[in-house]
């Protein structure tokens, strides 16, 4: 029900923005996030924004990526900055709503060539 789309190649110092959209409504969000999981590790938290427009980062993102999300459209973006080789993983695009519920897309690859 999320489809993400923007990861790619780039090189290291590069940019990049993910974009997440529900295919269909989702109601009662409360947060949308992006996670990411690099092979051979476990799935982190890159990103958070409530509904209320509160956000937190993981300390090795902050001041490089910028979350966004469009509440009436139900999209989130991630604008990353300032790539850097260590940040190559699939990323993920999760929502949840008030009710716990939680939603995930397939993932899109982003490889970071140093």
């Known amino acids: 029900q999320l489809v993400e789309s923007g990861g790619g190649l780039v090189q290291t110092g590069g940019s990049l923005r993910l974009s997440c959209a529900a295919s269909?409504?989702?109601?009662?969000?409360?947060?949308m996030r992006w996670y990411r999981q690099a092979p051979g590790n476990q799935r982190e938290l890159v990103a958070a924004i409530t509904s209320g427009g509160n956000t937190n980062y993981a300390d090795s993102v902050k001041g490089r990526f910028t979350i966004s999300r469009d509440n009436a459209k139900n999209t989130v973006s991630l604008q990353m900055n300032s790539l850097k080789p260590e940040d190559t993983a699939v990323y993920y695009c999760?929502?949840?709503?008030?009710?716990?519920?939680?939603?995930w897309g397939q993932g899109t690859q982003v490889t970071v060539s140093s």
């Open positions: 999760n929502v949840v709503t008030w009710g716990r519920t939680d939603y």
């Open positions: 269909g409504s989702i109601p009662n969000i409360y947060a």
